[in-house]
């Protein structure tokens, strides 16, 4: 799915859908997976701060629709990576640690770029024509804000 | 006494040349939300029959929690079946009045206030409600019972998608995490991701018990697919 960028009105809609529908889920890979990177997503992009709390799982479990054992072994996969934290008496946080929380986030750009540079050598562009395209389109962007300020 | 349901040797045939069920043996845990699936006449209904007591196994036993089926059982295992069994002229808080004499652990509070969350108004007849309310309070009664076994038989069926989503929110919170549900219908995609385990029935076999991640990751499609790919006419 592709939203755009910086549009105020776009980022209600995708915080609005965050909170109040089913997760749309692929129907051809384990769940917990699509669990995991759809958190692993919230905690990078800041929708969960570095240090926050996170709701209970069965409170997830049941905002988007899933088993809550599933959401439990998502969970227990956050902690492997040490993502997300659990104190024994007070729930699960955030980890604190920003500079982990940034090597994921870089992590996941890289996977996006991949898969980007794949998709655009199959096209059959030349290093300097995505370069070119890569920049026309940062060019779009900024004018698009423009305009919306 | 870590199993909650041991089932040995099923087996019930109607009569020589129908058997509904045919020699089942299957061991389900605690805390796990499993779905009973197979196409029409596989077997479904006569089974859950059997797990509630309805029906007299042919052969072979069954044993939840530790005790066979009977009166110990019943008191543990709250059924929903694919057809009401409530009187439509009855008032909702009639039917609450009857669910609090009949079942030691069934919670008027939780009822009561499942229903408010819906605004379905207590004092209203049950034949006066939309086909999808009226699944709903069957629903909310199962759910009100503290039980060990919930068994639906297709909860789902005929109710609009926002129905369903309330059915299955309701179903994930109510249920205790030392209870198991199994839920009975041939709307695989409708509640695959409520599911742990799936059990497959044909012909009154057991064509698989498996967990739901198991069949996405072995066979890299969803439940559904690979259903409508074991049971391709």
Known sequence: MYYKLNTAEQKTTFTERMMQMAWELDADRPIYAQLVERIRMQIVSGYYQPGGKLPSVRELAATAAVNPNTMQKAFVELERTGLIITQRTNGRNVTEDEELIAGVKQGMAREHMEVFFSKMKELGFTKEEIRALVDGEIMQNVQEEGKGL | ?233
């Open chain 2, 1 to 233: 006494m870590n199993e909650l349901v041991e089932i040995v040797g099923l087996t019930k045939a109607y009569d020589a040349k129908h058997v509904a069920v045919n020699n089942i043996t299957l061991t389900l845990p605690r805390g796990k939300i499993i779905g009973l699936l197979g196409p029409n006449g596989s077997g479904k209904t006569t089974l859950i029959k059997m797990l509630n007591g309805l029906l007299t196994p042919t052969q072979g036993s069954i044993i939840i929690n530790g005790k066979y089926v009977g009166v110990d059982s019943k008191a543990q295992v709250a059924y929903l079946p694919d057809r009401t069994y409530l009187s439509g002229n009855q008032k909702i808080s009639e039917i609450l009045d009857c669910f609090v004499d009949f079942y030691a652990d069934f919670s008027r509070e939780k009822a009561e206030e499942m229903l408010r969350s819906l605004n379905i108004d207590p004092s209203t007849k049950l034949k006066t409600l939309s086909k999808g309310n009226k699944e709903k309070v069957q629903l909310i009664l199962v759910m009100s019972r503290n039980a060990c076994l919930y068994v639906l038989d297709e909860p789902i069926a005929g109710v609009d998608p926002a129905a369903r989503d309330y059915i299955l929110r309701t179903i994930i919170n109510n249920y205790n995490p030392d209870a198991t549900v199994i839920i009975s219908t041939h709307l695989i995609g409708d509640i695959e991701q409520i599911l742990d385990e799936v059990i497959f029935m044909r012909y009154g076999h057991l064509v698989l018990y498996t967990s739901v991640d198991n069949i996405r990751e072995q066979h890299g499609k969803s439940v559904d697919a690979y259903f409508r790919e074991v049971f391709a006419c």
